[in-house]
T-cell receptor, first 115, second 114 residues
Framework: AQSVTQPDIHITVSEGASLELRCNYS??????LFWYVQSPGQGLQLLLK??????LVQGIKGFEAEFKRSQSSFNLRKPSVHWSDAAEYFC?????????????FGKGTKLSVKP | DVKVTQSSRYLVKRTGEKVFLECVQD?????MFWYRQDPGLGLRLIYF???????EKGDIPEGYSVSREKKERFSLILESASTNQTSMYLC?????????????FGPGTRLTVT
């Protein structure tokens, strides 16, 4: 069965520091991979997605993620964090070939940013 | 831009009441989803629909039902609300066309059952 693990429940970084949020997935083949962000009290917004091709994916707000097949990982990175990045981040996987577009979400990582 | 709207941002209901949560999308998407979000549990799929009048159970359908009479509208129904259904409810939609597979989310409804 598909599953997504985000090992870090809560991370605190200083403003201007680099950030890496971890995501590991379990799936029999190469899945579709997504990172979403949720600001307090809001819905989810897509940051970036990986379907195929270049394993380094660029997203909005200066985020990027790298798909590593050998490690079943899709970690999210940002070189310099801004206070407005404080939010909860969700990694998700979807099955290729299905038409229904169902996603499996990780439990999320809450990011706090210190001034 | 795709817009997914939910009828209420905040809702307070009493135990035993019948509760309707409405979701509307304006992009002619075929697929629509209802999730429940609880701290530490992430998003859990309650029901989804891939066409009008079609529905499929997700991971936690117990205590919920859904209705999709029109393509743009997907309703979540709590037949008899209970306190353990206090949660954030998120609606999403998706087009089957192309290879986007991007789900677009509404702002959420925070439901409190007292």
């Amino acid at each position: 069965a598909q599953s997504v693990t985000q090992p870090d429940i809560h991370i605190t970084v200083s403003e201007g520091a680099s950030l890496e949020l971890r995501c590991n997935y379990s799936y029999g083949a190469t899945p579709y991979l997504f990172w979403y962000v949720q600001s307090p009290g809001q819905g989810l917004q897509l940051l970036l997605k990986y379907f195929s091709g270049d394993t380094l994916v660029q997203g909005i707000k200066g985020f990027e993620a790298e798909f590593k097949r050998s490690q079943s990982s899709f970690n999210l990175r940002k070189p310099s964090v801004h206070w407005s990045d404080a939010a909860e981040y969700f990694c998700a996987v979807g099955a290729r070939g299905g038409s229904q577009g169902n996603l499996i979400f990780g439990k999320g990582t809450k990011l706090s940013v210190k001034p | 831009d795709v817009k997914v709207t939910q009828s209420s941002r905040y809702l307070v209901k009493r135990t035993g009441e019948k509760v309707f949560l409405e979701c509307v999308q304006d992009m002619d998407h075929e697929n629509m989803f209802w999730y429940r979000q609880d701290p530490g549990l992430g998003l859990r799929l309650i029901y989804f629909s891939y066409d009008v009048k079609m529905k499929e159970k997700g991971d936690i359908p117990e205590g919920y039902s859904v209705s999709r009479e029109k393509k743009e509208r997907f309703s979540l129904i709590l037949e008899s609300a209970s306190t353990n259904q206090t949660s954030m409810y998120l609606c999403a939609s998706l087009t089957q066309g192309g290879f986007s597979y991007e789900q677009y989310f509404g702002p959420g409804t925070r439901l409190t059952v007292t």
